[in-house]
Structure formats: structure tokens, C-alpha cells
């Protein structure tokens, strides 16, 4: 059976539906380790890729089943949700790309000031570090925050703040790589669904329409 057969595209549209699903664990799992590291959780954007990662899970399973079973309503809404997918999850990898070191020093900031003296205990002894940044406009904040401060590393602790950009930005960057990378296979899972969904059955009863 040459490759534009229905078998080959039916086995073409099967093994992408597994990769979108191991992409899919793949998105949860980095954002996730991402979230799992203090303050690094407020980011919206890698919410966003968690949410991505587990819509582009359930769309696979679906677009899965539908090619097994060529059945054609499955497919079509398949179809039209991948590509909304493709819309988000390219909208997001952009997004985690494009977010430079001043902007995520903005977030953290901003989060920083919004936890209570407890939670940002938790997060120093958690991280070993004490305060947040050491510059002029947060001097006093950062001195309030030393005197505080609880972890094993004192006197010599580094700030947190160093420690979460260098990790928001590992994992923003690897999120946005992976994201961007096969958001474009997302394209050709829509185009290979449309042509598998108008190709006819061998197998199939000639009189059945689905």
C-alpha cells in the first residue's frame, strides 16, 4: 500500500496522536518540576502550559480512538480542536520565549510583596537563601527579610531571587522550545486527520456513509 493509501494514513495519524500524548506528559511534567520550585509558581505562563499540555493529552486520546475507528465525527472535531490548540500552545511557547530576565524579575517582585513573612520563610529555608533582591529600591525589604530569615545557610545565604531567575528562566526556555517545536506538528495532525477523514474504508460496507 503506497503512502497515500488509507492504511498508511491511518497509521500516520495513530503514531502522531501517540507523540502529541508523550508531548502532552512531557509539558505537564517540565511545568510542573517549573511550579514545584517556589515562587516560580505564580507565573502564569507556566500554568498555561500545564493546561496545554493536558487538553493536548485528552485531543490525542480522542484523535486516537477516531483514526482506529475512522469515525468521522471524532475526526472533524478533532480537527477543529487541534488547531485551537495549535492557536494557544504557539501563543504560550512565545510567550515563555520572549519573557526576558527584567520581566520575570517584575513577577517575582510583584509575587514577593503579596506573601506573607511565613511563606517567604518557608520558601528561604526551602531554597536556602535569604531575601529576595539586593538593590536600592528593595534595600529595605531585603534587610527586613535577612534579619528574618531562618535558613541553615546564614550568614553567607545568596539571594533568592538569583536562585528562582536561574531557574524561571531554564525552565520558561525549555517549555517554550519544546511548545513551539511541536505546536507546528499540530498542523500536519490537522491536515493529516482532514485527508484521512475523506479517504473511503477498503474494508467497509460501500452503502455505510460513516
Request: a neutral charge.
Amino acid at each position: 500500500m503506497v503512502c497515500g493509501g488509507f492504511t498508511c494514513s491511518k497509521n500516520a495519524l495513530c503514531s502522531l496522536n501517540v507523540v502529541y500524548m508523550l508531548v502532552g506528559l512531557l509539558l505537564i511534567g517540565v511545568a510542573a518540576w517549573g511550579k514545584g520550585f517556589g515562587i516560580v509558581s505564580s507565573i502564569h505562563i507556566i500554568g498555561g502550559v500545564i493546561a496545554v499540555g493536558f487538553f493536548l493529552l485528552l485531543i490525542a486520546i480522542v484523535g486516537l480512538i477516531g483514526a482506529v475507528h475512522h469515525h468521522q465525527v471524532m475526526l472533524f472535531f478533532y480537527m477543529v480542536i487541534l488547531f485551537i490548540v495549535f492557536l494557544f500552545q504557539f501563543g504560550v511557547s512565545c510567550s515563555c520565549l520572549a519573557m526576558n530576565p527584567g520581566q520575570q524579575k517584575v513577577v517575582l517582585n510583584s509575587t514577593w510583596g503579596m506573601m506573607s513573612n511565613g511563606t517567604r520563610g518557608n520558601l528561604e529555608t526551602e531554597l536556602d537563601c535569604c531575601g529576595l533582591f539586593n538593590n536600592t529600591e528593595n534595600h529595605a525589604q531585603f534587610e527586613v527579610d535577612v534579619s528574618i530569615c531562618v535558613a541553615s545557610c546564614k550568614p553567607t545565604c545568596p539571594t533568592c531571587g538569583k536562585k528562582m531567575l536561574d531557574h524561571a528562566s531554564e525552565a520558561l526556555r525549555i517549555l517554550g522550545g519544546v511548545g513551539l517545536f511541536f505546536s507546528f506538528t499540530e498542523i500536519l495532525g490537522v491536515w493529516l486527520a482532514m485527508r484521512y477523514r475523506n479517504q473511503k474504508d477498503p474494508r467497509a460496507n460501500p452503502s455505510a456513509f460513516l
